[in-house]
């Protein structure tokens, strides 16, 4: 498959991704807002309808009127809007892009020799059964004596979360480790919609139309289910966007910075879904969660920081000869991808537009070349072989000035 149909299918398989995510994401944090904002009905005979909690919302120019059953209305409307199509299309256009990129081109976005010297097969397997085996162990955890003790099930799911960061960030690429573990919390949460949640609501709307009492445990595991899936929402966006950003996949301690940012991702969902209810604390919200979740977003971002350059060694090469010598480097190790027709198969254009194909557009970006080639992002999967002297040199160039 030719790299310009490759990126056309990427484009239109992003475009799709963003949207179904953008409807379901909509979706789940609209209903968890509704859910926690329901006051008791004031009208007792709504009340005895079964009526657990309602809610009054302008919006574009309406009045809307919102209301939830304690289990079931005592007639089926005829009518019933559901919400999983968005879930199940975000995690198809999801998977196509991960196979389309990060499968069947390993060798370039998955595997890093550098990390682990994985063959493209076993890459591939083993990534497949990272996301089916998360699904798995998650699911039996939840099913299990843990379901009702939220803060130990918490707990243990932290722990193996975490564990599987650092497992994945030691055999894959920072880029490819950080897709993998949000697509294993992305296949979760659509394996929670459609093996927990659905056959829940269709299970009570069965019961209502077979004359049956639905059973509330069906809607409380669905409700378990469903805030999970909103705490998981923050770390699996990070995720999402990760790979533009050298700095955290690319760090020395990739893993760690990936369990520390999906932390605070989840700590200040927290702070929000807390606010929700603040008129269960006459109005107040603790503020820890987000001052915390800031706060390890700040203390990452230091971590992170750049380095500063030691001083100059003496140098008796003149500027200019100091400069033929970089361009020969980034000209044998960047420009077969970065140029206006990249000799580097499997590429159409050049990456983000950054061209280093002449003197003038390497001296124009090197505030980008920088941080990619410090962090080992790039050359992507080290793919035109550049050296560990190069890279200093390259870098030890830009850092003292860029002579030329």
């Known amino acids: 498959m030719s790299a310009f149909v490759i990126d056309w299918l990427s484009l239109l398989g992003r475009w799709v991704h963003l949207i179904t995510g953008i409807a379901w994401i909509g979706a789940s944090f609209y209903f968890v807002w509704l859910d926690n904002h329901l006051l008791p009905p004031t009208d007792e005979q709504l009340s005895r309808k079964g009526v ?24 089926l409307p005829g009518s019933l809007h559901w919400f999983y199509w968005e879930a199940y299309s975000t995690f198809l256009s999801g998977f196509f892009l991960l196979g389309l990129l990060y499968y069947a081109q390993a060798e370039i976005y998955l595997i890093d020799p550098r990390v682990a010297p994985l063959a493209k097969p076993a890459a591939i397997a083993i990534g497949v059964a990272v996301i089916v085996g998360g699904w798995l162990i998650y699911d039996a955890l939840c099913r299990s004596a843990l379901e009702h003790r939220d803060a130990w099930l918490a707990a243990v799911l932290a722990l193996l979360f975490s564990a599987a960061a650092f497992a994945l960030c030691r055999l894959f690429s920072g880029r490819g480790a950080f897709i993998e573990f949000g697509s294993m919390l992305g296949t979760i949460m659509v394996a929670n919609v459609f093996f927990v949640i659905i056959p829940g609501q269709r299970e009570m709307v069965r019961a209502k139309r077979e004359g049956r009492d639905p059973d509330p445990q069906a809607g409380l595991r669905g409700k378990l289910r469903s805030v999970h899936n909103t705490y998981f929402t923050l770390p699996v966006l990070f995720t999402m966007i990760s790979n533009h950003y050298a700095m955290t996949f690319g760090a020395r301690y990739n893993w760690l910075v990936l369990i520390a940012l999906c932390a605070a991702g989840v700590l200040i969902r927290v702070y929000f879904v807390a606010r929700h209810k603040r008129h269960e604390r006459g109005g107040k919200t603790p503020l820890w969660p987000a001052l915390l979740g800031l706060l390890i977003v700040a203390a990452t971002a230091g971590a992170l920081g750049p380095k500063r350059a030691p001083p100059a060694a003496a140098n008796a090469e003149s500027g200019a000869a100091r400069f033929t010598r970089i361009q020969g480097i980034v000209a044998n190790r960047c420009a077969p991808c970065h140029a206006a027709a990249p000799t580097q198969p499997g590429f159409a254009t050049a990456p983000k537009g950054v061209l280093l194909d002449s003197s003038a557009g390497l001296l124009t970006n090197l505030g980008v070349i920088e941080p990619q080639v410090a962090t080992r992002a790039m050359p992507i999967g080290n793919l035109t072989g550049m050296t560990e002297t190069e890279r200093d040199q390259l870098l030890d160039w830009i850092r003292h000035g860029a002579p030329h």
């Open 52 to 75: 657990g909690g309602e809610l009054w919302a302008v919006h574009g120019g309406g009045f809307y009127h919102a209301q939830k059953y304690r289990v079931a209305p005592q007639v």
